[in-house]
């Protein structure tokens, strides 16, 4: 994963995939466009059908009221391929997102089996991956996908990442977590130093009703995650319609991923 960081610094996206492709090629093979289509393909077997179903809602009242797909994806194994090589192959070759404004995601999933480790990626498309960055990207893996895993739940670890991605690619999320949490630390004590003098200095002037006025409702961002709101991360209806296919969406070599 360091050697293909550093190729999407230097070269373009589509060079990256056309390289990761030309070597994957030779490696292994994707699984096939399911027919009918579906957003909730579980190749492995790890999620009942009632979860199947309850995810599968939920991601296709999301295209619908959209346009943007995310397609989830567990597999038995990887077939001698990468797993980001994986992740952008289906997308690529399923299509998924539409066509023109490449908003699809991929939602990898392998778990452990016969002495290897779990794998995840998260694989946005080219027109999401200004909101969905490598950054968020892995810290939705590491914070609220591995930890579920490790016990065993795959729903609820492929439910949250659903869940904020969800809300990122709505554009409901429009900052970005910082790499380093600890880093905001300072920034708010000296933010909360200077509220508090300013409150002192107003209260002693008599104008401290200038201050208590209530925050504008909604949600923010605390040490790289949101906060207010209904929910940390909000949630989206389930609809019943049926997933109509994928758009012919591309991708370009973004996201993360991680390992358990």
């Not at 957003?39 to 009221?65: C, H, M, R, W, Y």
């Not at 952008?88 to 908003?103: L, M, P």
């Not at 296919?245 to 358990?260: Q, T, V």
């Amino acid at each position: 994963m360091k050697f293909l960081s550093a190729l999407r610094k230097i070269l373009p996206g589509t060079v990256v995939l056309f390289l990761l492709q030309a070597t994957a090629a030779k490696a292994g093979s994707i699984p096939e466009r399911p027919v009918p289509p579906r957003l909730v393909n579980d190749f492995a077997g790890i999620l009942s059908p009632a979860q199947q179903q309850t995810l599968e809602q939920k991601l296709v009242a999301f295209n619908d009221s959209t346009s943007t797909q995310i397609a989830v994806v567990t597999l038995k194994g990887l077939n001698g391929l990468d797993k980001a090589e994986m992740a952008y192959r289906i997308g690529e070759s399923w299509g998924v997102g539409q066509k023109g404004k490449n908003n699809g995601v991929v939602i990898l999933v392998k778990p452990p089996a016969a002495g290897e480790r779990g794998e995840v990626f998260i694989a946005p498309g080219y027109g999401l991956e200004a909101v969905l960055p490598d950054a968020l990207c892995k810290r939705i893996i590491e914070t609220r996908m591995i930890p579920e895993f490790k016990k065993g739940d795959y729903f609820t670890g492929i439910s949250n990442a659903v869940d904020i991605i969800m809300k990122a690619s709505a554009g409901e999320y429009t900052a970005e977590p910082s790499d380093d949490e600890g880093s905001a630390l300072p920034f708010l004590i000296m933010v909360g130093t200077f509220f508090v003098l300013l409150w002192f200095i107003n209260n002693r002037r008599g104008r401290s009703h200038t201050l208590g006025r209530r925050p504008p409702r909604g949600g923010g961002w605390f040490y790289g995650f949101p906060v207010g709101g209904k929910s940390d991360w909000g949630s989206f209806s389930s609809g019943s319609g049926s997933f109509g296919g994928f758009g012919g969406g591309s991708f370009g070599g973004g996201g993360a991923g991680g390992s358990w």
